[in-house]
């Protein structure tokens, strides 16, 4: 069971209405391709408690995006697993001015030589 938090998900463009995440596989939120990733970070998540990890993924518009993921377990009263809460933030700006700046001290290396 998964704890949605709906003002995070249901406000900026990575929008999901919680009231469709109900019953569904969480992880089919994520493309096919970043499953597997997202799965190991909740195996993660169920070790340590919380685990948070960057993936690619959709935006409500329907285009691609850079996710910045905190899964964070939920416990009840007596520590029993009860479920978690998943954050996520589209971190596409900060990962395209990181590549820049990357980009930029490979140029400033290169012509340093």
């Not at 690619?56 to 285009?63: I, K, L, S, V």
Request: with cysteine; aromatic share 10%; glycine share 8%.
């Amino acid at each position: 069971m998964a704890l949605w938090d709906g003002e995070l998900l249901a406000g900026g463009d990575f929008a999901a209405d919680p009231a469709t995440l109900l019953g569904r596989d969480w992880v089919t939120m994520f493309p096919q391709l970043e499953q597997e990733r997202v799965e190991e970070a909740y195996s993660q998540m169920l070790l340590s408690g919380k685990t948070q990890f960057d993936t690619y993924g959709q935006r409500a518009d329907g285009t691609y995006c850079w996710l910045n993921v905190l899964l964070v377990a939920v416990h009840d009263h007596k520590m029993r697993f009860v479920g978690h809460h998943c954050l996520v933030l589209d971190s596409t700006h900060a990962k395209i001015l990181e590549d820049r700046v990357k980009e930029l001290e490979r140029d400033a290396f290169s012509v340093a030589k």
